[in-house]
Structures are given as structure tokens and as C-alpha cells.
């Protein structure tokens, strides 16, 4: 299990609901969830070893999104 944190501007439910279909067609995530409280929204991903970083990148910019690892 390999656990990534990214700085987004995810910021709301709406925003969430936006990236859900994005973010769950990824092959080897299992879990992800988003802490909008956070001033800097970070995503948490959790799955297999070896996740591919620039894949959630581009997946999220692809919905509208940025996202920066930490």
C-alpha cells in the first residue's frame, strides 16, 4: 500500500463531485478523499505500490483541476 498527498485547489463538494469519475477510472487507487478544511486541499490517495504520480496530475488537470505532490 503507497499513500500520496498532493497540495489541489480542490475546494468544495462541488469540486469533489467534478473529479470523483476522474479520479475512480484510475487503475491501482483504492482509496482517495480530499480535505477541503486543509488551506491547502490536500488529496490523499491510497493504493498499490508503485501509483503513478503523473497520471493523478494530468487525470486532474484534464478535469479542470491542479494538483502539486508534497
Known sequence: METLKFKTNIKCGGCIAAVT????????IE???VDTQNPDKILTVEGKQGIDTDQII?????????????
Open 21 to 28: 469519475p476522474h479520479l475512480n477510472k484510475l487503475s491501482g
Open 31 to 33: 482509496k482517495w478523499e
Open 58 to 70: 494530468d487525470t486532474l488537470e484534464e478535469a479542470g483541476y491542479k494538483a502539486e505532490k508534497i
